[in-house]
């Protein structure tokens, strides 16, 4: 009897939840930050470049750097860029629309996609989660 009483309590509380919209979460969209913000490490020569080798931002220009999960676009690595960085990006995006890479040190670390969010000052660096990561432990060490 306290089996099924049990089980009861517990359909009940699946239906409600299900009934309020708790269980459903194909109308929210899902934002989590998988990484602490960091600063791009002082000690690397950071930037991103066109095929040209033009700088189109540098470690100035970013504020802070971090791994985040977005239901739409998976997982990335995203650059939170200053007011400057902002301005920077915006200017040059313009006028080129090349292919991006990521320069570590001199050498092309990566070259993803890589798309701007300015609603949220931020430069979005796409790739596979081992990309995202190693690139993220590139430039924050």
């Not at 699946?14 to 269980?23: D, N």
């Not at 194909?26 to 950071?46: G, H, R, V």
Request: aromatic fraction near 8%.
């Amino acid at each position: 009897m306290k089996r099924l009483i049990y089980v009861l309590i517990c359909l009940i509380f699946a239906l409600s939840l299900t009934a309020c919209g708790a269980g459903d979460t194909s109308s929210q969209i899902m934002l989590l930050e998988l990484t602490e913000p960091k600063q791009i490490s002082e000690d690397i020569e950071f930037k991103i470049v066109d095929k040209n080798g033009e700088t189109c931002i540098e470690r100035d220009d970013v504020e802070s750097v971090y791994v985040t999960y977005h239901e739409e676009k998976s997982r990335y690595l995203e650059l939170r860029l200053t007011d400057e960085g902002v301005k920077t990006f915006e200017k040059s995006a313009k006028k080129r629309k090349a292919k991006l890479s990521i320069e570590v040190n001199g050498e092309i670390l990566a070259s993803p996609v890589i798309k701007d969010d300015m609603e949220e000052n931020s430069v979005i660096v796409l790739g596979k989660y081992e990309d995202v990561m190693d690139w993220f432990n590139a430039i924050t060490e």
